[in-house]
Structures are given as C-alpha cells and as structure tokens.
C-alpha cells in the first residue's frame, strides 16, 4: 500500500476528505504524515483526531526554503513516504523537494488550468463570468500550476451563482474527485506508471 503525505495549510477540508475515503476504503492508501506551515491551522488537530503524525513549522524561522525543505525531506524519508498530496498548502514547493519526489508530488487547482492558476483562483473564474470552472489534479514542478494535468473535472456556473454558490460547488467535487483520483494512482502497478 503506497504511504503519502499530505501537505496542508488552512482548516484542512479536503485533508478530511481523503482521510475519510481512506477510513472507508475507497482509498487504499496510508496517510503517513501531514505537514503543515501553519502549526495553529484547524487541519492540525484533523489529524491528531484521526491520529495521524504531524509536522508543523513557521517559514519564516528558517534561513530559506531550501533549509526548512531538507528537514521536511528527512520527516518524509522517515516516515517511508512513497508521494505527496497537496491539499490547500499555500506555498509553491521548492527545488529541494522536488527532487527528492520528482513526479510525485501532487496539487488540486480549483480552476480548468491552464485557466485562472495562483491564489484565488475560484473568485477569479467568478469575476471573468466564465460558465464553467472546474478542479484539475496534476503533478507539481517548478511552476505555479504549470505542471503535467493528470484529471479535470469540470463545474457549471449559472447566472444566478453567488461566489460563495460556485466556491461550495466547486468544494464539493473536490472532495469527492480528488480521492477517486488518488486511489487510480495509488492502485498503478508499476512505479514509471505513476510518473
């Protein structure tokens, strides 16, 4: 069973998705770790109650990204971590790490990249008056949302949606599509699939 940790800086919605589709099977995964950037972040104690290992730390502690990314890589390696799942973590992902996991490194967008990537993705498709936005799941590298798209899966705008009707869709896919995603790569055979 691949081992993954979870990278997570908010109240941890779609971090309670997954664990739960791992809860009830739907998922056949193990969720070694979360990490978080934020130690007061409600996903912190998500995890405590599901009794999964955390490790949290403040950026801004550390000398550069590379530092506080090697010791991020010796927690991963400890806990024999086979791929990461971003989930809300509000930092791009560094070379460090990228190298350590190339092409397993994952990140949910809640837009139709290449459409609408970075911050506020969802407020922007709204203001854009856009009649479909969407989530897509791809592989992270180097850029912000620029990486190789694994799924997508679009959502429908109608005129009388307020932002909030569109970000609670947009949501509600996410926490549905993004296990079913993971558990179609967990359940490749061979690792140069998974790439």
Do not use: W
Not at 46 to 52: G, T, V, W
Not at 95 to 103: G, I, K, R
Not at 122 to 132: D, E, L
Request: glycine content about 6%; charged content about 20%.
């Amino acid at each position: 069973m691949k081992r993954m940790a979870i990278f997570a800086s908010g109240t941890g919605s779609n971090f309670q998705a997954i664990v739960d589709a791992v809860q009830k099977g739907s998922l056949q995964a193990t969720i070694a770790l979360l990490i978080c950037d934020k130690p007061e972040a409600p996903v912190v104690e998500k995890a405590k109650r599901a009794n999964i290992p955390v490790f949290t730390f403040k950026p801004k502690e550390f000398a550069s990204k590379a530092v506080f990314e090697s010791l991020i890589c010796k927690q991963l390696q400890d806990a024999k971590v086979d791929f990461i799942v971003l989930a809300g973590y509000m930092r791009l992902i560094g070379p460090t790490l990228l190298q350590a996991y190339p092409n397993k490194i994952i990140n949910l967008h809640p837009s139709l990249l290449p459409a609408f990537p970075g911050k506020e993705a969802i407020k922007q498709a709204f203001q854009a008056g856009v009649k479909i936005t969407g989530i897509t799941i791809h592989y992270v590298d180097e850029g912000m949302d620029t990486g190789p798209i694994i799924a997508q899966e679009a959502v429908a705008i109608h005129d009388d949606d307020t932002l909030f009707d569109v970000e609670r869709k947009i949501h509600q896919v996410e926490h549905i599509f993004y296990p079913q995603t993971l558990q179609k790569l967990c359940l490749t055979e061979y690792e140069e699939e998974f790439t």
